[in-house]
């Protein structure tokens, strides 16, 4: 357990992140932005403008909203949208990441580089990478 806990502190967001960010825009419909979630066969959007982030939309978003009768093509992601966003420094540890998303109750962090958008982390990306650190040992 020892060795692995030095691992893990040692390996870094930035080490495991996805650099592919698929993202919308306030101004999108949530409609549209249920089809790039499907098309992506991912559960959440990053809402950016211009490299800033400025919230995340995720299915569960899209589902209470058509549970109180919203037409989703009138919907924009702007109203629905998170925009108190727990992110993570791409330097922070794997651990670190794992925490946040434990405490928040979060499925992806949103990586940042001096504020600017680089990248996202899911749960998955962490059960991969302490999987991995496991077969290590």
Do not use: F, W
Request: glycine content about 6%; charged content about 25%; overall charge neutral.
């Amino acid at each position: 357990v020892k060795e692995l806990r030095e691992k893990e502190r040692k390996k870094q967001v930035k080490d495991i992140m996805s650099t592919r960010i698929i993202t919308t825009e306030p101004g999108a419909t949530l409609y549209d932005a249920i089809n790039k979630m499907r098309e992506n066969n991912i559960h959440g959007l990053l809402v950016a403008r211009e490299g800033k982030l400025m919230g995340i939309v995720t299915t569960y978003d899209a589902l209470l909203a058509m549970n109180r009768g919203n037409n989703i093509k009138d919907l924009l992601v702007g109203d629905v949208m998170t925009t108190n966003v727990i992110s993570i420094n791409q330097n922070s540890s794997i651990s670190e990441a794992l925490e946040k998303m434990l405490e928040s109750q979060i499925n992806r962090l949103p990586v940042l580089d001096k504020n600017k958008l680089v990248g996202v982390v899911s749960t998955t990306d962490i059960i991969n990478a302490y999987t991995d650190l496991v077969c290590e040992i």
